[in-house]
């Protein structure tokens, strides 16, 4: 079993700048990849930015990239997203995922199945 927990969520405004952390534990020797994904009401969960372990290749959603950053930090077991220039079309609960799946087979780094474990979730709001 893999436990996560993110933190980092809140009220901005356009513009500002937020930084989410995901920290890991339990059987996470294996992982292959950890990711970001986000969720507003009513639709569907949406991939942000992944990252790689062996060699920490980053991916990210087109609608990021430029103002997202994934990174990792190996000795605490944790992600970060740094969030720069939010626009209100970023407020959503954003949750960390994390995978021992090599994509493959249909299944890539932007999609929710790939992944076996998720937290919770932190909530992003950004106002106009």
């Known amino acids: 079993q893999v436990q996560l927990v993110e933190s980092g969520g809140g009220l901005v405004q356009a513009g500002d700048s937020l930084r989410l952390s995901c920290a890991a534990s339990?059987?996470?020797?294996?992982?292959?990849?950890m990711g970001w994904f986000r969720q507003a009401p009513g639709k569907e969960r949406e991939f942000v930015a992944a990252i790689r372990w062996i060699d920490s290749r980053t991916y990210y959603a087109d609608s990021v990239k430029g103002r997202f950053t994934i990174s990792r930090d190996n000795a605490r077991n944790t992600v970060y997203l740094q969030m720069n220039n939010l626009k209100p079309e970023d407020t959503a609960g954003y949750y960390c995922a994390i995978t021992p799946q090599v994509p493959g087979y249909g299944l890539g780094y932007d999609q929710p199945k790939l992944y076996h474990y998720w937290g919770q979730g932190t909530q992003v709001t950004v106002s106009s």
């Open positions: 339990g059987r996470t020797f294996n992982t292959y990849a």
